[in-house]
């Protein structure tokens, strides 16, 4: 084991500080120097003070003074003394002459030092040694002085009252880098000044401390305050680290935060050293003082529990117990933080009360709460909205600038709940091809690079949508508004023109900017009986059937060339929930996707094909939409699993996406389809967004951007600036014209770092709509308490199932001591089974079986099941006649009395729980086989918590390990967990 991996774990849990004393001498935490000192005896030094400088900087969120023992490294000196000769030692002048010993010291004579700073800034006044300033900046970013920075300045005229202890560490650094011990304190000293006075060293002010920077190093950083947290579950012990997130970029930093004041959600001004990464606070620029949390009672006040675990070391109180009259103990509420104390509780007040969690606003304002979704607009950024006109003006539509395609039937087909429109298509037969235009708003024009709304919108990444619910990436002045495709109103649009071959092969194109006015306002399912030959009378759609059919030829081609380069056809899994006027959900059905949504999705990829050609034709920079090809183990695994299916993957070693295509054909009517497409797709890698172009492996192509949806994706939004920048480059227009309507040049490292904060704003989207949705369907399947209900497992770990309630798409976990409790049981990962040792019998992926929901939480979204009494025992013993009824038939009824419920699931465990003659073989506990490494493990409620690391241990995957016996009978309580991938 490496000395920094013995460290890590001797240190593990332990709060680790090192401060200065007040008279200025380093005191390092007693335990790690004992430690240290005890490991020194071990190994070399250099590598025990690596592995402690390793150690110390993972508690940089905490006030740590590094002694210049733990932070100096040595065997460092080439490295940084190159890095600091660009810094310091060229761009001050300094000559590259390196004295040494005595000479060295006669040379810094007290006058040369006064001189040197009575001429701010004057360097090249004193005849410094070149290696010596190399080494003293090098030595300053590595020690943190308590007395100030002017303290080691007042040496000057008082030379007995400069800070010795912070010399003497400058000192230690510098002779550690060099052969020799010929530096000493008055050289040291003479050049310390020499840098400081020529603001070559810059002291960065940390509160007790400072610190001293290279002014070349750093950066200034305006970002947001992000919490970290792990919990070690073993030792109850929260670990917190800080991070600053810019705001422009999205690049992550670790942050110096001395401030109590300011905590997760904040933003802030700091500077960056450019060679650590590491960003040292410096000023609030705006506080996050939206909290989310559960108040209750402690003696005679009241405090909030938050719910956002990275808040939980802080203590927040309200002034007064008055403050929550009216409001019901525990209940969840959304506060305002009218007051920071460093040392003391932070005071909020109430900003709304969400009463009933369960409903869909509630869920929606929980969800962006928790994660600190940005969800309001700024004053800078409502200012530049509220200065935009509510229509287009006349000069910008000027012919000049832009193609006039008014009287082109350019329509809108979207979703009948949308109100963005993004894109607008047109087709028309040429020969025996078609000449397709995609109308896409012109975002860019009205969003200029750099801007209030440029800045939100990069911070944002993109819109999140929820069930009847938006929060937009652009003001809806602009999303619904002035940039939204609406029908009958003049509209700026950037347009791609192609030439569609006969065979779907896409022939020449080009961009340009144009105006626009759309004919029609369509949706999905008006167009889709147009196409299926329906007897439409719309009088608006009535006009528009040829081109409507126009546009249905031309995605049949489109198909063909998709089938023909092997692109991967995905089914989605998307659900729809049917609300009352209350906001209560009746009902939640699948998305059924019909020929018009596959039509649209044809015309966008296509657009988006042209759009990437385009940037790597004209040599230009942009985020690709890039897929890669699915990892070898991956494909190693998914082909383990169909093989007992009767299946197969061709390909060899690296399939190609025409592969899995030829697969997903032969599945179309296989009864395990819907699992089988699971697990494909879990096989694929995941697309990102990248300024390499490697291709997209799903869609078959060489090539591909997202180009088409600049309202609610910012990926796309660069995309057009970058096209319109390449329109002026190839002299198609003017670079004064290409500029005025919102061209940029984007350039690769701009993008390197955009693209991980789009990556990020990507999956943040993701994940709070999922929860959300999540919360939805727990809400809803809770009626549904103690009822028999068909199901399909969809996932198998060692610690239990996870199985699809098929006719709302919802799933739900039955804990493995649930299937059995006698008996032992193992975890067949490559055929995802769990197979009882004994009888030989399994469940596994793809069985359908009937379960009982016996809880559910709507808070984090989990549903807990239990197998219908006797699905998994030879006696088919029942549960009461109410617990038959049918999914269907319950739809529309009214609630079933919560006492009936309760009997039900009450009856239903205790006939499960004392049915006689079942086969002891099937009455097991779980132990995984030894592939499995570190499983997870089901979070057991109640009485079954404390087993929880019984579960763990049999997750080792330690070969030849005893099967651990467990005697659970009961409940799994609340132990659903979301399924896997």
């Known amino acids: 084991m490496s000395v920094k991996k013995e460290l890590d774990k001797k240190f593990s849990g332990k709060k680790i500080s090192a401060e200065k004393s007040a008279d200025g001498e380093n005191v390092k935490n007693k335990k790690i120097s004992r430690e240290v000192k005890n490991e020194k005896s071990k190994t070399g030094a250099a590598e025990i003070e690596s592995g402690v400088t390793d150690l110390l900087s993972l508690y940089l969120g905490e006030k740590v003074a590094v002694s210049a023992a733990a932070e100096s490294v040595p065997g460092k000196k080439k490295k940084a003394g190159s890095s600091a000769r660009k810094a310091v030692g060229e761009s001050a002048g300094s000559k590259k002459t390196v004295k040494s010993g005595k000479e060295g010291k006669d040379s810094a004579g007290s006058a040369d030092v ?56 400058l000192r230690k650094i510098i002779n550690r880098q060099s052969t020799s011990k010929k530096y000493g304190l008055t050289e040291i000293r003479k050049t310390w000044c020499d840098l400081t006075a020529g603001k070559i060293l810059i002291p960065v002010d940390l509160g007790a401390n400072t610190i001293v920077l290279p002014a070349d190093s750093l950066d200034n950083v305006e970002g947001k305050v992000v919490y970290e947290y792990e919990k070690i579950e073993e030792v109850d012990i929260v670990y917190y680290s800080k991070k600053l997130e810019s705001v422009e970029t999205g690049e992550t930093s670790i942050l110096y935060l001395p401030d109590a004041t300011v905590f997760h959600g904040d933003t802030v001004r700091c500077v960056r050293n450019r060679r650590t990464g590491i960003a040292y606070y410096v000023s609030t620029v705006n506080f996050h003082n939206l909290i989310l949390g559960r108040w209750r009672k402690t003696k005679d006040r009241a405090v909030l529990n938050p719910e956002d675990p990275r808040f939980g070391q802080l203590r927040f109180a309200f002034r007064k117990l008055s403050d929550v009259d009216g409001i019901g103990m525990g209940s969840i509420v959304i506060c305002r933080i009218v007051k920071r104390h460093p040392s003391g509780d932070y005071i909020v007040e109430v900003e709304h009360d969400l009463k009933d969690g369960a409903r869909l606003d509630s869920r929606i304002q929980i969800a962006l709460v928790n994660n600190g979704i940005p969800h309001e607009w700024n004053e800078a950024v409502r200012k530049q909205a509220d200065n935009i006109p509510d229509e287009v003006q006349e000069k910008d539509k000027d012919a000049k600038k ?46 200029r690079n750099g801007s209030p709304l440029d800045n939100e919108a990069k911070h944002r990444g993109t819109s999140i949508y929820f069930p009847n619910y938006v929060v937009p990436m652009l003001p809806e002045k602009l999303s619904n508004g002035l940039c939204s495709l609406n029908p009958h109103v003049d509209r700026l649009c950037m347009v791609c023109e192609m030439e569609v071959r006969k065979g779907g092969s896409i022939g020449e194109y080009r961009f340009y900017p144009a105006v626009m006015n759309s004919h029609a306002r369509l ?18 759609i009535v006009p528009l059937k040829e081109d409507l059919l126009n546009l249905y030829a031309l995605y049949k081609e489109l198909k063909l060339d998709r089938v023909n380069r092997g692109g991967i056809e995905f089914e989605g899994s998307e659900v729809r929930f049917v609300f009352d006027e209350n906001q209560q959900i009746t009902d939640i059905l699948p998305v059924v996707r019909n020929d018009a949504h596959m ?114 994706r910012y990926p796309d939004l660069q995309l057009h600036r970058e096209i319109k920048y390449l329109l002026g480059k190839t002299g198609v227009y003017s ?137 998994f025992g030879k006696n088919k013993a029942s549960i009461n006649e109410e617990a038959k009824k049918t999914v269907n038939e319950y739809i529309g009824s009214d609630a079933v009395d919560n006492e009936s419920v309760n009997t039900a699931v009450r009856r239903s465990m205790a006939i499960w729980n004392n049915i006689d003659g079942l086969d002891d073989d099937l009455m097991d506990s779980v132990v995984s086989v030894s592939r499995v490494k570190s499983a997870p493990h089901a979070q057991i409620s109640g009485k079954h918590k404390a087993k929880s690391g019984t579960e763990k241990k049999s997750g080792s995957g330690k070969s030849g390990k005893k099967p651990v016996k467990k005697a659970a009978k009961k409940s799994a309580g609340k132990a659903s967990e979301k399924q896997a991938g």
């Open 523 to 540: 949706t999905y399912s008006e167009v889709a009986a147009v196409l299926a030959g329906e007897d439409v009378t719309d009088p608006e």
């Open 114 to 169: 006064k001189t040197s700073v009575k001429q701010a800034g004057a360097v090249n006044a004193v005849d410094g040694d070149a290696e010596l300033r190399e080494l003293v900046v090098y030595a300053a970013e590595r020690t943190i002085i308590k007395a100030g920075f002017d303290s080691v300045n007042a040496s000057l005229n008082n030379p007995d009252e400069a800070d010795g202890e912070y010399l003497g560490n």
């Open 402 to 447: 832009r193609v006039d395609l008014r009287s082109l039937p350019l329509v809108t087909i979207d979703g009948a709940d949308a109100r963005d429109f993004d894109d607008a298509v047109y087709c028309r037969k040429e020969g025996t091809g078609f000449r397709l235009f995609v109308a896409i708003a012109d975002v860019s024009f009205y969003v």
């Open 735 to 871: 670079s004064s014209l290409v500029t005025s309507i919102g061209a940029k040049k984007y350039e690769l490292p701009e993008l390197t770092t955009l693209s991980d904060s789009c990556n990020t704003t990507e999956r943040r989207a993701d994940k709070v709509s999922g929860e959300v949705e999540l919360s939805l369907k727990a809400k809803f399947i809770e009626r549904f308490i103690g009822r028999n209900l068909p199901g399909t497992v969809v996932n198998v770990t060692p610690f239990g199932l996870f199985v699809k309630i098929n006719r709302f798409n919802i799933d739900g976990m039955i804990h493995v001591s649930q299937i059995s409790a006698n008996n032992y049981m193992t975890f067949d990962e490559t055929k995802m089974r769990l197979v009882g040792e004994k009888s030989g019998f399994s469940v596994g992926l793809g069985d359908v079986i009937t379960v009982v929901i016996t809880d559910v939480s709507i808070d984090d979204g989990k549903i807990t099941m239990i197998p219908a009494a006797g699905t």
């Open 599 to 712: 039509l649209i999705e044809e015309c966008m990829i296509a657009a988006n094909v042209c759009a990437a050609d385009f940037v790597e034709k004209n040599k230009g920079f942009t985020l690709f939409r890039v897929h890669p090809k699915p990892a070898a183990l991956k494909v190693t695994a998914f082909r383990n699993f169909i093989t007992p299916y009767g299946l197969s993957l061709d390909g060899g070693d690296v399939p190609e996406s025409s592969d899995y295509a030829a697969f997903a054909k032969k599945i179309e009517n296989n009864p395990y389809k819907d699992i089988l497409q699971v697990m494909m797709l879990r096989s694929l890698s995941l697309a990102t967004y990248t300024p390499e172009n490697e291709g997209h492996f799903g869609l078959a192509l060489d090539h591909y951007a997202h180009f088409t949806s600049p309202i609610r």
